[in-house]
């Protein structure tokens, strides 16, 4: 059976969070635990993220009406929602009737079980063993208890990316999610290996409000890559660009 891709498919991560915010500041201070109020599923976007936001959906503003997106799918979370929101919003795109906005569970972000809410050091001095466990098993494979391995997500992103071949074959659309769905999409649509992917990894994290985005290629019936990590829209509005984990996570090797 041929397999009917989008015309143009956009994977977006979404803009800084006050999670990374709270992240950031437990790293530098040598806290063992992330001090946040919220929910991983509620943490919202910080106010640099709404800038972020804003500078990407005015870039896809400047597009042509025929090179923007007709689907946009997004991760549950707050952050995600919001992204979403805003950058339609600045993009003059109205849910309904310029756009198809669906939320859906498959691009939640990566569960990380004990370990959420644990800093580099906190998860050291708390689960000495499992982070020994992780750096000989290596994060593609390993599973916290009560979270996911990387091959966990890309086991529910298979259903998602034969949903989106199957109801919105030959349209435009934009996925807005998290860090790990971003790379993990990349392994599936580049049919990467774990070595391929890590090293991608390593070479540094997904820029907050970044577009990876692939075009069909009709003669191959294939998607092929055509910007990875595009910050372009943040530097064309001066909106800072940030990269940093959503989540604590060993340092990479």
């Not at 310029?98 to 691009?107: A, H, P």
Request: aromatic residues 6%; proline residues 8%; hydrophobic residues 40%.
């Amino acid at each position: 059976m041929k397999v009917e891709w989008p015309s143009v498919l956009w994977v977006a991560r979404h803009g800084q969070s006050a999670g990374n915010v709270a992240r950031d500041k437990a790293e530098a201070a040598g806290l063992a635990l992330i001090d946040i109020e919220f929910r991983d599923i509620d943490t919202p976007l910080s106010p640099l993220g709404m800038e972020q936001s804003q500078a990407l959906g005015r870039w896809f503003a400047q597009q042509p009406a025929d090179e923007r997106p007709q689907v946009v799918l997004c991760s549950p979370y707050v952050r995600a929602r919001e992204t979403a929101r805003i950058v339609l919003e600045q993009a003059g795109m109205k849910p309904g009737q310029d756009v198809r906005l669906r939320q859906d569970e498959r691009l939640r972000e990566k569960e990380f079980g004990v370990l959420d809410r644990l800093t580099r050091f906190g998860i050291k001095e708390k689960f000495p063993d499992l982070d020994h466990q992780r750096s000989h098993v290596g994060k593609f494979y390993f599973r916290p208890p009560g979270g996911e391995s990387w091959c966990d997500v890309i086991l529910r992103l298979r259903s998602l990316t034969e949903m989106i071949t199957r109801e919105h074959a030959s349209e435009r659309v934009l996925v807005v999610a998290h860090q790990v769905i971003v790379n993990c999409m990349r392994y599936l649509i580049e049919n990467l290996d774990e070595s391929q992917i890590l090293a991608i990894d390593k070479l540094g994290d997904v820029p907050n409000c970044a577009l990876t985005s692939y075009r069909r290629d009709p003669a191959a019936g294939q998607l092929a890559p055509e910007l990875v990590n595009f910050i372009a829209p943040l530097l064309q509005s001066g909106a800072p660009v940030t990269a940093a984990p959503d989540v604590p996570a060993a340092p990479k090797p």
